[in-house]
């Protein structure tokens, strides 16, 4: 009897985290096989378990219905609970206000998801599942490969958070965890026996809620005037 729904089993290295990566693919349908692999010049292991899913995906012609199998929870929990696309929903801000890591890598695999009749399985790294030991070696073999590539998501993810600032201290900066301007908020004062100081405003980002206290914003009251 042939197989009617496509096996596929990837997996992703990094070595050492961040540093050079690489991603194995083994697809299984009617009795062929198929091996995918490459490999990059520097980025993250959970970026390579992602995009080996993708790359996976993106090399089928017709939609069909696939099993995924993976030994990353971080890729197999975000897509079966749904995690992914609920960071998607809030605009790739988690509800801390940090911004969801890989979110370009996201972005892709969920328009894959929609397209195709997908089921994702876990599978335990390194205990003795055949197709998943392949996929494991292929990724390590991307690794030593003289043909790695840039991998551009991640170098634009470095930049974007080396370009955002340190210290929050001026209204217009990008929020350091979503980069929404923030804006200037005054507080509600109420203020306490002994208190010495309070704020006469503070930073505020709209998207994501955070607030940021501005040491230029502190005032002293004088001694004679309190109370």
Not at 58 to 65: G, I, K, V
Not at 68 to 84: E, F, P
Not at 111 to 123: E, G, Q
Not at 198 to 223: G, S
């Amino acid at each position: 009897m042939v197989e009617t729904r496509l096996a596929i089993y990837t997996d992703g290295a990094c070595e050492p985290n961040p540093g050079p990566g690489g991603y194995g693919v083994v697809l299984l349908y009617g009795g062929k096989k198929r091996e995918l692999s490459q490999g990059y010049l520097l980025t993250t292991n959970n970026r390579m378990e992602i995009m080996a899913a993708i790359a996976a995906l993106e090399t089928l012609n017709n939609p069909t219905a696939v099993t995924l199998y993976s030994d990353s929870k971080y890729l197999v929990d975000a897509m079966t609970h749904g995690r992914a696309r609920s960071w998607k929903e809030s605009g790739w801000v988690r509800k801390a206000g940090r911004r969801v890591p890989n979110s370009d890598l996201w972005e892709r695999l969920l328009i894959l998801d929609d397209k195709y009749d997908l089921t994702y399985i876990w599978v335990k790294g390194h205990s003795g599942d055949r197709f998943n030991e392949v996929a494991d070696a292929l990724s390590y073999k991307a690794i030593e490969s003289q043909n790695k590539i840039e991998d551009v998501g991640y170098l634009k993810q470095i930049e974007e958070e080396r370009e955002r600032p340190t210290k929050i201290s001026e209204e217009g900066q990008p929020c350091r965890k979503c980069s929404t301007p923030v804006i200037k908020r005054t507080p509600r004062r109420k203020v306490k026996k002994g208190q010495s100081y309070y704020f006469e405003y503070y930073l505020f980002c709209p998207k994501c809620k955070t607030m940021y206290v501005v040491e230029d914003a502190k005032r002293y009251f004088k001694q004679d005037s309190i109370f």
